[in-house]
């Protein structure tokens, strides 16, 4: 139990939090954070967050140790949640949101110091006023998301399809199938499919068994775009609550001209619809960059996606990005790297980096 100079406290605790299930982001779900653990060979550390005898929240972080990515505490690798949940009815408590930033920051300065980490990192929106929470934290807007509302009906949010994505979709319709796989794991066709996109970005991949998880927990889904009977993409989505998320998505370069991936996210979107759910995430991307301009396409609305950061020392590091000159080298390795090469050290990469 570690004491602050406030009322709250943080108390360490494995058992899953006090929260509804429904309510929470996928990223506070213990199945998802199970996956990643068993998957990634990390460990979430979970507090319950308390005032008095009063469970009102709960926070969770990883410890990533890395020569070239740094030592850091975050909130939550591989996602963009922050990892702090307050329950109904203490989350409406302004006093509690004014006092929650500075005890959070020495808390985690006390954990940053014990566990020898650089700094601490917290992405996503985080329930205070960034006005108060910017006296401890940095606030940085290194990507951006689109969030596309679905409370209107399908023929509603299709009508807002930009650019020249109704024109595309009308011609995959006519040519590409869509197949819901119901498989409890990643099928090796589909993994090596996602591999050799990653290599195309120079990105270290995710490990087969993250994904085959989240299948086997029926946290994703599995939709894969067929021509002529032949695989030629596929989208995976999240669905938690009332919304439905974009994981991952590949397709094979000589099916391009088919669109099958503009037929899987329509697809997508109108199955959300027809479930009742509420919203549909893109997921992070850098601000104008190309996939940016496409996701821009489907309608969404842009919201920043923030994320806080407090060095012990002070200097507050760069947020590791791609685009920073360390990584040329990571990048270009992973473009020339054989696809079972890449399989086998690449989810050991991604582990240091936490994306």
Known sequence: MTRLGSALEFVRSDRPGPGGSGARPYCSLPSWQA???????????????????????????????????????????????????????????????????????????????????????????????????????????????????????????????????????????????IVEQGTPAMPDELYRLYLAQMRKFGSPPLPIGYFSGLLACALARLYVAKVQGRTAAFLMVLVSGQRMSAEINASFAEFDPYFPKVRLFDHALRRACQEGLEEFDFMRTRKDSGV????????????????????????????????????????????????????????????????
């Open 35 to 177: 996956v990643c653990e068993s998957s990634l060979g990390i460990g979430f550390s979970r507090y319950r967050i308390r005032r008095g005898q009063e469970d009102i929240g709960e926070f969770s972080c990883v410890a990533l140790r890395s020569r070239l990515f740094g030592r850091r505490l975050i909130s939550v690798p591989f996602s963009d949640g922050n990892g702090l949940t307050l329950l109904p009815g203490p989350d409406k408590d302004q006093g509690l949101r004014m006092e929650l930033p500075e005890s959070l920051a020495f808390f985690l300065d006390r954990e940053a110091a014990a566990q020898g980490l650089d700094y601490v990192e917290l992405r996503g929106h985080v329930p205070w006023d960034s006005a108060i929470g910017e006296a401890f934290f940095t606030r940085r807007l290194p990507y951006v998301t689109f969030i596309l509302d679905l409370s209107r009906g399908y023929a509603a949010v299709r009508q807002d399809y930009a650019g020249n994505l109704i024109k595309n979709l009308h011609k995959a319709d006519k040519c590409v199938d």
């Open 292 to 355: 940016y301009w496409h996701k821009k396409k489907w309608g969404g609305v842009e919201h920043p996606i923030p994320y806080y950061l407090r060095a012990c020392g002070g200097r507050v590091p760069e947020i590791a990005d791609p685009e920073q000159g360390r990584y040329l080298l990571p990048r270009l390795c992973f473009k020339c790297m054989p696809l079972s090469l890449s399989a086998y050290v690449g989810p050991r990469i991604r582990s240091w980096i936490g994306k």
